[in-house]
């Protein structure tokens, strides 16, 4: 079946302007999950959306950064005034419930962001 | 907070040799402990994991024991190939109830040549 999708695959976009990458999920799949990779970070968390649930949104870096899922399925990572140091791969993942710690994240493929 | 150490890369090898990578961790609460690979131009995908201790996770001839005792989940492979290289992390996962978030490790960069 299809995997997580993400787009655009790469995204290149001057400092000051906003952005939106998106993402979706596995059909079926109720938890959605945002990371970055950068050089600088490695990999990290930036949000859970669990259902119908409040996201967790304890690892944004800034209020710069904001993220919807809309009808339980599709998510929007919005950065607005994006900086240099936002230059990084965002990677979407999903899993099934997100209920328990042993389940496995599915990643999309990524959307490589440069700022310049 | 929850972390996850690993050996700095780049790791050489010659084709079949044996493959170690250190992983250990840290966490507040019991995790689970995965390791995804990342293939040259290709997303993250899981290799395998475990849920508990002492747990065997194993996948394309790669394995990897959860040993609590020492907080450590080492990857090994008893004989490398070409296509085995690729960037390796180490993730725990300790549901906390807000979530199932991954703690990753720094990832390791694996070549392997002929």
């Known amino acids: 079946g299809a995997g997580v999708s993400q787009s655009p695959s790469n995204k290149v976009t001057e400092k000051g302007k906003d952005v939106e990458l998106r993402c979706d999920p596995i059909?079926?799949?109720?938890?959605l999950y945002w990371y970055r990779q950068s050089l600088g970070q490695g990999l990290e968390f930036l949000i859970y959306?669990?259902?119908?649930?409040?996201?967790?949104k304890s690892g944004l870096p800034s209020d710069r950064f904001s993220a919807e899922r809309t009808g339980g399925s599709v998510s929007t990572l919005t950065i607005q005034r994006t900086q240099q140091e936002d230059s990084a791969v965002y990677l979407c993942a999903s899993s099934p419930f997100g209920g328990g710690r042993q389940e496995t994240q599915y990643f999309g493929p990524g959307t490589r962001l440069l700022v310049l | 907070g929850d972390s996850v150490t690993q050996m700095e890369g780049p790791v050489t090898l010659s084709e079949e040799a044996f493959l170690t990578i250190n992983c250990t961790y840290t966490a507040t609460g019991y995790p689970s402990l995965f390791w995804y690979v990342q293939y040259p131009g290709e997303g993250l995908q899981l290799l395998l994991k475990?849920?508990?201790?002492?747990d065997k996770g194993s996948n394309k001839g790669f394995e990897a024991t959860y040993r609590k005792e020492t907080t450590s989940f080492h990857l090994e492979k008893g004989s490398v190939q070409v296509s085995d290289s690729a960037v390796y992390f180490c993730?725990?996962?300790?549901?906390?109830?807000?979530?199932?978030?991954?703690?990753f490790g720094t990832g390791t960069q694996l070549k392997v040549e002929l």
């Open positions: 059909s079926g799949h109720t938890a």
């Open positions: 959306f669990q259902g119908n649930s409040a996201p967790d």
């Open positions: 475990a849920t508990k201790a002492d």
């Open positions: 993730a725990l996962s300790a549901y906390t109830g807000g979530g199932n978030k991954l703690t």
